[in-house]
T-cell receptor, first 113, second 116 residues
Framework: DAKTTQPPSMDCAEGRAANLPCNHS???????VYWYRQIHSQGPQYIIH???NNETNEMASLIITEDRKSSTLILPHATLRDTAVYYC??????????????FGQGTILTVHP | GAGVSQTPSNKVTEKGKYVELRCDPISGHTALYWYRQSLGQGPEFLIYFQGTGAADDSGLPNDRFFAVRPEGSVSTLKIQRTERGDSAVYLC??????????????FGNGTRLTVT
């Protein structure tokens, strides 16, 4: 599975969009980009995933560059409850399971009032 | 509906003792995972069950760690002769299937194990 690079921390004002970048320059053609987040004292929570097209759901949008070497998770209107560690993970069909994930250090997003 | 449930939420044990950690996955989820998370780090994969069988136990650190899922639902992670280095949050996750990309993991809130 390709390695990912994320900034260690980011700040965002409440009500504004939070744009969290992820670099995955060694991603291969059959690998998906997954985003999870972990709020303090809770288990990780799935947010969204994509292969090459942009994706949107009720939680967020995922923008993947055309060359697939990087992506951005967008929380359109951040709230205080979005303060969490955000993990960008690349995972393909190789190996035993799509659920065998390699979590890095993630990005600590702090949303300010 | 009910999410993944882990018990106990906290466990304090003495070095050398045996512990069992329980995970109740979401009903109908065939895939079950155990992860371990040390302070300030991301979760690390331990073991993956598809049904009753352990399909991948490559993340178990040594033979003191063992996990079972006898009926394809509830799973128990067992740690023998606990060491202080085993102190961590043990997370369980389940998914509908482990072999498709659009089957996200649903995590429990973990068991915080402290070995004194």
């Amino acid at each position: 599975d390709a390695k990912t690079t994320q900034p260690p921390s980011m700040d965002c004002a409440e009500g504004r969009a939070a744009n969290l970048p992820c670099n995955h320059s060694t991603i291969s053609g059959n690998e998906y980009v997954y985003w999870y987040r972990q709020i303090h004292s809770q288990g990780p929570q799935y947010i969204i995933h994509g292969l090459k097209n942009n994706e949107t759901n009720e939680m967020a949008s995922l923008i993947i560059t055309e060359d697939r070497k990087s992506s951005t998770l967008i929380l359109p209107h951040a709230t205080l409850r979005d303060t969490a560690v955000y993990y960008c993970i690349v995972k393909g069909a190789g190996g035993t399971s799509y659920g065998k994930l390699t979590f890095g250090q993630g990005t600590i997003l702090t949303v300010h009032p | 509906g009910a999410g993944v449930s882990q018990t106990p939420s906290n466990k304090v044990t003495e070095k050398g003792k045996y512990v069992e950690l329980r995970c109740d996955p979401i009903s109908g989820h065939t895939a079950l995972y155990w992860y371990r998370q040390s302070l300030g780090q991301g979760p690390e994969f331990l073991i993956y069950f598809q049904g009753t069988g352990a399909a991948d136990d490559s993340g178990l650190p040594n033979d003191r760690f063992f996990a079972v899922r006898p009926e394809g639902s509830v799973s128990t992670l067992k740690i023998q002769r606990t060491e202080r280095g085993d102190s961590a949050v043990y997370l369980c996750a389940s998914s509908l299937s482990g072999t498709v990309h659009n089957s996200p993991l649903h995590f429990g809130n973990g068991t915080r194990l402290t070995v004194t």
